[in-house]
């Protein structure tokens, strides 16, 4: 089910100069959210959203939105992020939470939960982080992508607080796969004290009932600079915070 025309990152535009001329802005939240540096961003590529349109079928679902007002927010990893009774996650298990509906809602919510949780920098013990990648990432460049946290080590960041999901737009679902944007606000104490806006690409997969990332070679490849005009242009959904 098409929910947007998505354009990948690369495809040059009007309003593409702009953005990756603030694209170093944008990276605040990748580097927050898991503790990488700049040097390791390569030149785009479309691997992530090819591989996700090949796997989706045409979804019998019937549509629905995620209710921003029914959510219940509580503090995971070091951020605060939206649990719902209904969509997920239905499972805390020391940690380590999972179970999200075959919906749209339950995508929305999984890519949220598992791009924070899978993060070398997340409140969590150690072990936690590590179950959810093995469990939840999938795709050729999961093992990499592993081996280089291992190499860096799993250190709780402390700044992840600033971090904030602000919305989100689904521009792929159906019931086998998924393309998410998190459009993520960074408070940070440069500039006039506004938060940066990011929106961050997640693909997911539904497999072995439940939703999986899959995992492209670097996220800074798919991580671009938001404002609240593009947000409403593009017809993001903001969420509604306590």
Request: hydrophobic letters at 35%.
């Amino acid at each position: 089910m098409r929910r947007s025309t998505f354009a990948p990152y690369e495809t040059p535009g009007p309003d593409k100069k702009k953005m990756w001329m603030l694209a170093g802005a944008a990276l605040v939240v990748v580097a927050l959210a898991f503790g990488v540096g700049r040097t390791t961003a390569t030149a785009p590529t479309q691997e992530n959203t090819t591989q996700a349109d090949t796997e989706q079928t045409t979804s019998t679902a019937q549509e629905e939105t995620l209710d921003v007002q029914g959510l219940a927010w509580r503090e995971h990893g070091g951020i605060t992020l939206p649990f719902s009774a209904e969509h997920g996650p239905l499972e805390d298990d020391q940690g380590w939470v999972r179970g999200f509906t075959r919906t749209e809602s339950g995508a929305v919510l999984a890519a949220l939960h598992i791009f924070f949780q899978g993060d070398r920098s997340a409140d969590l013990p150690e072990q936690v982080i590590r179950t959810s990648l093995e469990e939840q990432w999938t795709g050729e460049h999961t093992e990499e992508r592993i081996a280089a946290m291992d190499r860096l080590g799993f250190e709780p960041n402390p700044d992840r607080g600033s971090l904030e999901p602000h919305g989100y737009l689904v521009h792929e679902y159906s019931e086998s796969g998924a393309v998410i944007e998190l459009a993520v606000n960074a408070h940070t104490e440069q500039g006039d004290g506004s938060p940066t806006t990011s929106g961050m690409l997640v693909t997911l997969l539904w497999a072995d009932g439940d939703w999986r990332r899959l995992v492209p070679e670097s996220d800074m490849d798919h991580v671009r600079l938001l404002d609240a005009e593009e947000m409403i242009t593009h017809g993001f959904t903001e969420f509604a915070h306590e």
